[in-house]
T-cell receptor, first 115, second 112 residues
């Protein structure tokens, strides 16, 4: 099946720093990628929809200046958590839409811990 | 507002028996439903889906049932195997809209 690579898998950072998470579709082109966030024992919450070559569409309540999304190519989307704070600690997962059959493939997730 | 709910956070089933995972939704506009399986430190993987025009879809050991009037779907796994131990998420969407709304997940443990 299709593969989506997400990196890093785990990051620990100090409060106030910025963290970049990469999401790559390895064997298909993805014009649309999604970024989710999951708190412990909670559902996966969609943060934003990332479209190649255009601005991301953010869900209600998600700060676009806090969570910067860039989808510069058909195989790469990045999420940058700017000026991270402890409340940003969470599990972040990306997914990529394989256009031909509209299947969604997920990355392995990034556990962010902000000290 | 949790539009997709999985009221059982965990479930334990004996190996070889049937596992039944339940999911309820509140938005009657949803017309496509999916089940994903997630192992620790990995992203969810697609298992099976069903369109609202059907009430049952079967794929090997996995069967999904949809009761539109009750806004309820269930995933049946039979026979259950140790490798089925994972967290299962149900998700719902509108056809033509790529956005998924996920439930909170049910942790299934298969007891050997």
């Amino acid at each position: 099946g299709a593969v989506v690579s997400q990196h890093p898998s785990r990051v620990i950072c100090k409060s106030g720093t910025s963290v970049k998470i990469e999401c790559r579709s390895l064997d298909f082109q993805a014009t649309t990628m999604f970024w989710y966030r999951q708190f412990p024992k909670k559902s996966l919450m969609l943060m934003a929809t990332s479209n190649e070559g255009s601005k991301a569409t953010y869900e209600q309540g998600v700060e676009k200046d806090k969570f910067l999304i860039n989808h510069a190519s058909l195989t790469l989307s990045t999420l940058t958590v700017t000026s991270a704070h402890p409340e940003d600690s969470s599990f972040y997962i990306c997914s990529a839409l394989q256009g031909a059959n509209e299947k969604l493939f997920f990355g392995s997730g990034t556990q962010l811990s902000v000290l | 507002d949790q539009q997709v709910k999985q009221n059982s956070p965990s479930l334990s089933v004996q190996e070889g028996r049937i596992s039944i995972l339940n999911c309820d939704y509140t938005n009657s506009m949803f017309d496509y439903f999916l089940w994903y399986k997630k192992y620790p430190a990995e992203g969810p993987t697609f298992l099976i889906s069903i369109s609202s025009i059907k009430d049952k879809n079967e794929d090997g050991r996995f069967t999904v049932f949809l009761n539109k009037s009750a806004k309820h779907l269930s995933l049946h796994i039979v026979p259950s195997q140790p490798g089925d131990s994972a967290v299962y998420f149900c998700a719902a969407k509108l056809i033509g809209n790529e956005k998924l709304t996920f439930g909170t997940g049910t942790r299934l443990t298969i007891i050997p």
